[in-house]
């Protein structure tokens, strides 16, 4: 993730080139002790695309004692945690709460104070990456989703009444982005990140001229199920609509993010001639110089997007170049057993990188199906094997008192399974298990609780975004990543809807067509660990600090 100066919380716009996101670049020599940064570690990579070893290490968190774990939750004991979760959630869904009521657009989230957990304030600021993850949780209220549609309803003895909630939020959304392209044409569709005012919102002062590629990929398949959806359960006016703002992003997707010389999508675009002027009067270059959605992560989202629903006037052999050269490459790793796991190697191997996953059918290819699983079995063995109370994704970085500025962590993940070294193995976040819902679900919310079981990790605001491993630290934020995206996995994600809409539209079969492509490095190769199993949590944080006063887990379970 790139550094996003006045955003403290909850963005991933696409990653810049310094931070080692280009597909192209070779796997480190660097021993895998020195990737590890601050810590040591027991993982050993092989470099399987080159045969090389690096050299064993031991990764134990300063700070973190081995204390008696939870036992593993059964699928009843799953179900019944994940509800007392989601009740605790509905105030952050709430007007006012984790979205703006007069626009329907989110806030990046909310501020609360470190010692007592109450929220302070909101962040008036907010970009597409959230929108999608409200998008897709709006569409499972009108799916009749039962989670969903607690988290929404008005009244939580009524949980029928979340669905008028969900279409009055999706009114005043889309009219919201209509006014934004109105006011804005240059974005084609697309948002940058923006700032919510009174009735509208508008481009934040350092991005009134370039938008990411990343997070609007994100948005446009939310909108693209939201659409379908809509239309499917009767709102058809409404669902015309989003057809229409969807129609504008496939207009203009190529126009704006595709990179002609370079053959690839840019993860950002500078608008040449300002937002007011439309795309066909305008044009569009690299905000940064070699900076591209061609690695095998969450910028995927964009690149399936444009490639099924662009316009590639005049680029027709270019769309093709996008596919060129697989984006998925092999790796192996080891755990403190010495069992062997094949994986597609990562960036940081943060569980960020695995967002595509909650919204394709990249798993109904079986290669893939077996190499996600094997992720998630490379991540809570990690952790594990070193005494671990949590698994790691980019997050707002813990502090540990009022006052200090939090910053955004974006290096967080497995010390060798990704080819850009780790900042720290001190920082857990509970938004990390999202991956382990869609294979796992009573695993899943075994590792959820442990990190929630950390002092102050779960307030008055529902789940918090990040502590620290040694009990003594949280972020003082909640944001949409760290809440909606695993509460979506949990509700399976949004693969069925674009499954279905897909096939409905024809487009199915091209778009696994590019994904059989894309794995074409492990055609042949056997795969590692498949028959091992995942791993439960081994450890809780240490109680350093006292809770948050009156919570449901103060000092038990």
């Known amino acids: 993730m790139p550094s996003r100066g006045k955003f403290p919380i909850g963005g991933e716009s696409a990653r810049p080139p310094k931070a080692g996101r280009v597909a192209s670049r070779p796997l480190s020599k660097v021993p895998l002790a020195a990737e590890a940064g601050e810590v040591a570690g027991r993982w050993t990579a092989k470099r399987a695309h080159r045969g090389a070893r690096g050299s064993g290490f ?5 700070g973190v004692q081995r204390a008696q774990p939870i036992a593993p939750l059964d699928a009843a004991g799953a179900a019944a945690f994940m509800n007392e979760v989601i009740d605790r959630e509905w105030p952050f869904y709430r007007p006012g709460g984790g979205y703006d009521r007069a626009t329907g657009v989110t806030f990046d989230g909310q501020r609360i104070d470190f010692t007592t957990g109450q929220v302070t304030g909101h962040v008036p600021f907010s970009a597409a990456s959230k929108e999608s993850l409200q998008l897709g949780l709006l569409a499972k209220v009108l799916e009749k989703d039962a989670s969903a549609r607690r988290l929404f309803t008005p009244d939580p003895k009524r949980p029928e009444a979340a669905v008028g909630r969900a279409l009055e939020v999706l009114e005043r959304k889309i009219a919201t982005y209509e006014r934004f392209d109105r006011e804005y044409p240059g974005f084609g569709g697309f948002l940058p990140w923006y700032s919510v005012k009174p009735g509208r919102i508008e481009p934040t002062p350092d991005w009134q001229d370039r938008v990411p590629g990343l997070d609007n990929g994100q948005l446009a398949w939310s909108i693209y199920v939201t659409a379908h959806v809509l239309r499917d359960t009767g709102h058809v006016p409404l669902a015309q609509r989003y057809e229409a703002q969807l129609s504008l992003m496939k207009q203009n997707a190529v126009r704006i993010f595709y990179d002609p010389e370079a ?12 937002a007011r002027t439309p795309p066909a009067r305008n044009d569009y270059r690299n905000n940064v110089a070699h900076h591209y959605l061609d690695d095998a992560f ?9 490639d099924l629903f662009g316009d590639w006037s005049g680029h027709e052999v270019d769309r093709e170049a996008l596919w060129a050269a697989p984006r998925r490459a092999p790796i192996e790793v080891l755990n403190a057993a010495g069992q062997a796991f094949t994986i597609v190697r990562g960036n940081w191997f943060s569980s960020h990188e695995d967002w595509a996953f909650a919204v394709l059918p990249f798993r109904d290819l079986p290669v893939a199906d077996a190499l996600f699983q094997n992720a998630q079995k490379v991540r809570t063995w990690h952790s594990a094997d ?15 008192a009022p006052g200090e500025n939090a910053g955004y962590q974006s290096a967080l993940g497995v010390p060798g399974a990704g080819t850009v070294a780790i900042e720290s193995q001190s920082s857990v976040a509970p938004y990390a298990a999202f991956p382990l819902a869609l294979v796992d679900k009573p695993l899943f919310a075994t590792w959820l609780k442990t990190m929630l079981l950390a002092p102050r990790m779960w307030g008055p605001g529902g789940m918090g975004e990040s502590s620290d491993t ?19 996995a949990w509700m399976g994600g949004l693969t069925n809807e674009t499954t279905k809409y897909l096939k409905q539209d024809g487009l199915y079969d091209a778009l696994m067509d590019r994904v059989r492509g894309d794995y074409r490095h492990f055609a042949g190769r056997p795969l590692a660990g498949t028959q091992a199993p995942l791993a439960a949590p081994t450890a809780l944080a240490p109680r350093a600090m006292k809770d948050f006063p009156a919570l449901p887990f103060q000092d038990g379970q």
């Open 386 to 400: 070193n005494g671990i109370p949590g698994l790691f994704a980019s997050t707002t970085r813990p502090v540990h």
């Open 298 to 306: 969450e910028g995927l989202l964009m690149c399936h997007f444009m």
């Open 470 to 488: 040694a009990g003594n630290g949280i972020a003082p934020v909640l944001t949409w990543d760290g809440k909606a995206l695993q509460v979506l």
């Open 58 to 62: 031991e990764t134990v968190a300063a």
């Open 263 to 274: 053959h690839k999508v840019r993860a950002e675009a500078k608008l040449e001639r300002g």
